[in-house]
């Protein structure tokens, strides 16, 4: 990073260049820098936003010709994250786990894969076709999670899978528990295997010594980073970093450009370019109060009769090797409720909205933008919340099946099984035949159901019960989950 002026953010400076050349422009957008847009939209999104909105092949840059702004500032983020190469995404962190598997293993290759996968991987292997082959990650009863996973659990998958091609694991989880990715790597290197980590959820890893350690600086081959998740980049913001020889950076390159919108978001792009800024600036500061407000929440909600925010202490559990204590998880099952059920009541009655619920628990994510006020109106939400349960009557938890139970025997690849012939059944009818379809809880969109996999009694069960808890799959065909598709 000391090479690098990193006070700069060239796709900005990108953008005021071509407001100083004052080019006429026969380009796209059709909005021409607003002057076409309508009024209200103009006075909805900002004169800003619309003037910023150019195309970046020939008005302010791209990755094959002109001035090299995009390439600047992906040098310059590379060095911020400690990587030796880095690739901006605007379609988002989806784009480059689709990205990231076909730059490892070509179709009918098998990938290693770390079960508790997002969404966005079986999207990959269903376009890519490579053949996954999944690794159960460490099951926390007692929580009712699934963490990452070991070392020696990895590495005996490797060894029973001499032919796989590449290692994908997701770390942090959504609940925000992270692998010990040096370990992970180490492990995949001495096989000869490159390990991708999707690091979604880890953008801000890399500017606090207090967070779980950076999945780049850890000895990840490829990287993925949603900029916009935790740090101060625009939605849908993205980023790809490769470390070391393992992975060919122009197969990666060509993999990114085939998926990749040719109508870059020159206005995304530069939300990226100044999110590096930003952290490296003042991130470390930014992150030190973030900590210490999400830490006085936690102690202050754990006052709370029938509450309980985990933190730190889940650390040394399997597959649990740190912990990113900006993910706020409070467990509400002592109160009587279910975390459908918590969510909904503080939306509505308090104007609160949660990242994530479940079964058992509701999820806040504490960033960089949050504040005293925003926090004490998040515990007040919350105080209220469990005043209100204990006037409750009646018992409204939800119990589910054993983790270990809803693994699945996987039958075919993704790719065959979402292409096959298909009809939806009756959920009990659904037992014993293979998925056609995913389906995934949303939050957190990881598959409870993956295309390709033999459906169980314990998954129809759970389905049952957390629909009947208000669950949301927003991929599954039928949203009643009466019916679910398979393979015919």
Not at 62 to 80: F, I, K, N, V, Y
Not at 138 to 160: C, F, G, M, N, R
Not at 215 to 237: M, N, P, V, Y
Not at 302 to 315: K, R, S, Y
Request: aromatic fraction near 4%; hydrophobic fraction near 45%.
């Amino acid at each position: 990073m000391a090479d690098k002026d990193q006070s700069r953010a060239p796709v900005v400076e990108g953008i005021t260049t071509f407001y100083a050349e004052k080019r006429a422009q026969f380009t796209t957008p059709g909005h021409k820098m607003g002057h076409g847009a309508a009024a209200d939209a103009v006075a909805a999104l900002g004169r800003k936003t619309f003037s910023s909105d150019l195309a970046m092949t020939g008005a302010v840059d791209d990755r094959r010709a002109s001035r090299g702004w995009l390439s600047q500032a992906e040098e310059l983020a590379a060095a911020a994250f400690g990587a030796d190469q880095t690739i901006f995404s605007t379609n988002g962190s989806s784009l480059s786990v689709h990205a990231t598997l076909m730059a490892v293993a070509s179709p009918g290759e098998p990938v290693l894969v770390l079960r508790n996968m997002h969404k966005s991987v079986v999207a990959g292997l269903i376009l890519g076709g490579a053949q996954p082959i999944y690794v159960a990650p460490a099951l926390d009863e007692d929580l009712e999670l699934a963490h990452t996973v070991d070392a020696s659990t990895l590495e005996q998958a490797i060894k029973s899978n001499p032919a796989a091609r590449a290692v994908l694991v997701t770390s942090p989880t959504y609940y925000g528990v992270a692998a010990d990715t040096r370990a992970l790597a180490d492990v995949c290197h001495k096989h000869g295997l490159p390990i991708i980590v999707d690091e979604a959820w880890g953008a801000h890893f890399a500017f606090h010594p207090d967070l779980p350690r950076h999945a780049a600086l850890s000895g990840a081959d490829l990287t993925i980073t949603s900029i916009h998740k935790t740090l101060a980049a625009l939605g849908e913001a993205s980023i790809i970093h490769l470390k070391g020889k393992r992975v060919d950076p122009q197969r990666l390159a060509r993999c990114v450009d085939l998926l990749e919108s040719t109508s870059i978001s020159s206005v995304m792009l530069a939300s990226i370019d100044l999110a590096r800024q930003q952290m490296v600036r003042d991130g470390h500061a930014l992150l030190e109060r973030t900590l210490r407000l999400v830490r006085q929440a936690r102690s202050e909600i754990n006052q709370i009769d029938g509450l309980q925010a985990f933190g730190t202490e889940v650390v040394g559990r399997p597959g649990a090797h740190s912990l990113d204590e900006t993910k706020l998880v409070v467990d509400v099952r002592q109160l009587g409720l279910n975390g459908f059920q918590a969510a909904d009541w503080l939306y509505e009655q308090c104007g609160i909205n949660v990242e994530l619920c479940d079964q058992r628990r509701i999820l806040a994510i504490v960033t960089i933008g949050d504040t005293a006020a925003s926090m004490r109106r998040l515990v007040k939400g919350i105080r209220a919340l469990a005043d209100w349960a204990r006037h409750q009557q009646r018992d409204c938890t939800v119990r589910i099946p054993p983790q270990r139970d809803l693994l699945m025997e996987s039958v075919m690849t993704p790719r065959e099984a979402f292409f096959a012939p298909a009809e939806s059944v009756a959920l009990e009818q659904a037992i014993g035949r293979v998925a056609a379809e995913m389906l995934s809880p949303y939050p957190p969109g990881i598959p409870l159901l993956a295309p390709g996999e033999r459906i169980s009694a314990p998954v129809v069960e759970f389905i049952r019960t957390m629909a009947g808890a208000g669950m949301f799959a927003p991929d599954v065909a039928d949203p009643s989950f009466k019916t679910l598709r398979v393979v015919t």
